[in-house]
């Protein structure tokens, strides 16, 4: 099995740097990220040696990002009509749902490994706590996985790319808005607390925002893998669906 | 090697496929010969193991492709129609994808695909990118990529769509070059696809097959076959020809067919397999008629394929 899934894992990480999107979309991300936190984040005025401010705007840059990394996993597959070609090979639905997700999982962790800069040039301009920041990136990329996951997914479930942009960015922005105190505070005061609170528990901000002060909470932890695992399962079963309808 | 019983696919309330049998051994090129809608495809997605059928039986060699798929897939190199491929990789890298999902170890690798690539004459490509390559080439890397790990059985879907007569005849060969060591089955719309290099071909409509035979065989039920053809020059002495062959007792029927205006086309159909061909050129000598061509017309599977197809509606 884990022969097959890094197989199929190689070719569709190399397929990303052939594709112009993502390439324009990686080059957005850092741009975007060093604008986040030199500018967005007011790093000169907080005259903090940290990237707080740049780990808090990773919800909002993920959501702008991976859209445009995972709207083709499956729909290029359909439209191209290679997925015929992957179905008739000796290998499992699961496998190909597996490798697809590490695969654009690992281009972001590429693309995350790519701000390296600004963590040296806080090392340079100050004294940071490293360790709080490789637990922020740890966190940030389990995050990511999470994004990832729900993009391949919703990329399953339609042939077109542009719908799956859409419907991506528009689930990622909802499960990052609910985590906002602000939006939650303005909902109907009917609406009980406790399902509020359960709503802001879900949201990656609520959960990133955790371990955002360095504490690698085990809650947020299990919150992100269980993400991965519960739409990579979903994953499957909508590709096991659609070869049945189809 | 291959049997295929009782197959049938219902998608959505359409019955798709329905109840197709037929079987196919090693050395043999088995034409499955439809037109566009008939569910050709459907039945080779169902043979691959694409589609799950919704009753039937597939078997390849001893192996129920339902029982056992990742087995039966692993004999079967399958070309889809349409040919797709990951484009943006060169045809090496994408032959190297395809011996290593296919489990071909490292070490017997480069090997195989130096065989592969002599056999669909790729070398001169190999370092091209997919994206650019001509349609010939990317009907060979196709069919390479169904022969990496050398399967018993090949599922080929419209392998000469798109090319042109030279390129056809070059991809033919190769398939017949291929089929003296495996069991290839041929799914095609190309009446001549069927004629150059299949054994047998079943002819397929609304989902059903409706025949099977040899090409030749089946290209003599066609209704012109063993019939005449004779054209002669439009004059005075021949006005009154089609009365007189329609005397000769072996002749059943006579009817005229388009023609050029100074001459008279006709179609004999002979009685029997008799064809009174000395009786014709006596009277022509007698009467004085110019002929211009005599001959005796083969059927052809066109217009077997014609007859019964028209038949039938799509069923898509």
Redesign the interface.
Known sequence: MWR?IW??YK?EFA?YF??PAVTVGLILFLVLSGVANFYFGNFFTRGQADLLSFFSFHPWLYMLFIPALTMRTWSEERK??????L??????VMEIVLAKFFAAWSFVAVALSLTFPLWITINYLGDPDNATIAACYFSSILMAGGFVAIGVCISAYTKHQMMALSASTSVYLGLNIIGIPTVMESLPHWIPTSIIQSFSNISFITNFDAVNGGLLKVSSLLYFTTLMLFFIIVNKFIIESK???? | MLRVRNLSKK?GGLQVIDNMTFSAVKGEIFGILGPNDSGKTIAM?MI?????PTSGVIEIGDTDIAQSP?LA??L?G?L?D?M??????TVINFLQ??A????IRQQDKYKRLAEVVKQTQLEDVLEHRISTLARSFQCKLAIA?ALVHDPEILILDEPTNGLDPNQEHGVRKLIKDLAKDKCVILATRTISDIEYICDRVAIIANGKIVVESTPEELAHQSPFHNTLQLRVTKSVKSENIVDVIRTIAEITRVERIDSKRDEINLRIYPRSKFIPLSTINQLAEDLDWEILDLQVIAGRLEEVFRTITTRYQPVI
């Open positions: 097959n197989i199929l070719r397929s052939h594709i191209t009509g290679s997925i015929e070609l179905f008739t090979l000796p290998i499992t070869r049945l309808v189809e | 998608i997605k691959t193991g694409l589609i799950t990742m897939k692993k079967i399958y889809p349409g797709p491929f990951y484009k943006e990789m994808f395809i290593e999902i296919r489990g990529q």
